[in-house]
């Protein structure tokens, strides 16, 4: 009698694996509860904070950095002879050794003052500068659970998966 052929089963196809990455989030609560459920999916998932622009803090009018603090000094003692007295030197920061030449919250305010310098014969800067605000993402990795994209964007219909670079933080996990 022929030996009997042994069927081998066929292999499962793995379902793909990729990175993902959701945000900007705005609060932390929300992306915290965002890689919870990606975790409940079978996905690692890591929320991470992101930096960003918010809104108007002050509107500041200065003269750009001189080329030393003997200059930006002797500008402002210029200025001062000139009748300006509400002016600073800077001595730190990115605007070091510039000139302050005022700072406003109200943007309306500011415009004034540089209409004032600009008939004085000053070309000042004027620059809105803006709060940091916090947001935050949360980067998955892994095949997930079937299905998972398509129950995440009923779970959050109001946030983007996209599809983003695996690093290897996220894909240590998998």
Avoid: H
Avoid at 9 to 38: L, M, N, Q
């Amino acid at each position: 009698m022929p030996e009997p052929e042994l069927i081998s089963p066929r292999p499962r196809a793995p379902s793909p694996t990729g990175c993902y990455r959701v945000g900007p989030i705005t609060y932390r609560v929300d992306a915290e509860a965002i890689a919870a459920w990606a975790r409940l999916q079978g996905l690692a998932a890591e929320t991470r904070g992101e930096s960003g622009e918010g809104d108007v803090a002050y509107y500041q009018v200065y003269l750009p950095p001189f080329s030393s603090r003997e200059e930006a000094e002797q500008a402002a003692e210029n200025l001062k002879a000139a009748g300006l007295t509400d002016l600073e030197v800077m001595y730190q920061g990115s605007l070091k050794e510039g000139v302050s030449l005022g700072v406003y919250r109200q943007e309306a305010s500011a415009p004034r003052r540089l209409a004032q310098l600009r008939e004085m014969g000053i070309t000042p800067v004027l620059d809105a500068r803006r709060k940091e605000r916090e947001r935050y993402a949360v980067a998955m990795s892994g095949r997930g659970t079937d299905n998972w994209q398509a129950r995440f964007a009923e779970a959050f219909p109001d946030q983007t998966l996209q599809t983003s670079p695996c690093e290897e933080s996220t894909t240590a996990g998998r």
